[in-house]
């Protein structure tokens, strides 16, 4: 069945010819446009000496030393008198507070275990 539907089908022709005893010279004219004895120079590569690459690498750790270092002291900057004296009132009152709070539970008389029980009822 395969074979007569294909049988069946038009044939085709093929348009694409080649010339009469075209692979027959086809290595001869291939040859014939290499050149024979062509010398190519090959540049020179030029080596630096192992001081230059060791200089460029600590040169490289200088500038990433350098740029944390200036990082550190941008981030770090003096404060004024004022942010000061700001910072120094603030850490006194935290102080205080903790003072106060050792105070009221000294009034209602609760220590630490009395505060656990009364946590765990709810």
């Known amino acids: 069945m395969i074979q007569e ?11 694409f010819t080649v010339p009469e005893g075209y ?17 190519r120079m090959m540049p020179e590569t030029v080596r630096k000496p192992l001081a230059a690459k060791r200089w460029r690498t600590v040169a490289a750790a200088a500038v990433v030393l350098a740029a944390v270092f ?24 935290y ?13 209602i008389m609760c220590d630490d275990e009395d505060l656990y029980a009364y946590l765990s009822d709810e």
């Open 5 to 15: 539907t294909y049988d069946s089908l038009p044939k085709r022709e093929n348009h």
């Open 23 to 39: 692979f027959d010279t086809l290595a001869e004219r291939v040859m014939e446009r290499i050149p024979e004895n062509e010398v």
């Open 70 to 93: 200036g990082a550190g002291l941008y981030v770090h900057q003096d404060l004024n008198d004022a942010e000061v004296e700001a910072m120094a009132t603030q850490r006194a009152s």
């Open 95 to 107: 102080s205080n507070a903790e003072g106060s709070l050792d105070a009221v539970a000294d009034y």
